[in-house]
């Protein structure tokens, strides 16, 4: 994959976490799910979603991106 084709979808995958990082479709729903409300549920999975996505671009050789110094990999 090309460097400015892996851009792109990088930027894609982190623009789609932060537009729905706020559920506006349950705004108003008073849905519970086990004691808590359904928003605070996808909060919830939505951050985990955030923190793999994010691990998968740190240690899938995009840190580099848009990054002038060099790149030290241990291990």
Same mark, same amino acid.
């Given at each position: =994959?090309? @460097?400015?084709?892996?851009?792109?979808? #990088?930027?894609?995958?982190?623009? %789609?976490? +932060? /537009?729905?990082? +706020? *559920? $506006?479709?349950? #705004?108003?729903?008073?849905? +519970? +799910?086990?004691? %808590? *409300?359904? $928003? %605070? $549920?996808?909060? !919830?999975?939505? =951050?985990?979603?955030?923190? !793999?996505?994010? /691990? /998968?671009? /740190?240690?899938?050789?995009? $840190?580099?991106?848009? !990054?002038?110094?060099? !790149?030290? @990999?241990?291990?």
């Amino acid at each position: =994959m090309t @460097r400015t084709r892996s851009d792109a979808l #990088w930027i894609a995958a982190f623009a %789609l976490l +932060v /537009a729905f990082a +706020v *559920p $506006w479709f349950l #705004w108003g729903d008073a849905t +519970v +799910v086990a004691g %808590l *409300p359904l $928003w %605070l $549920w996808w909060h !919830v999975g939505w =951050m985990a979603l955030a923190s !793999v996505t994010f /691990a /998968a671009f /740190a240690r899938g050789g995009a $840190w580099d991106r848009g !990054v002038d110094a060099e !790149v030290i @990999r241990r291990g």
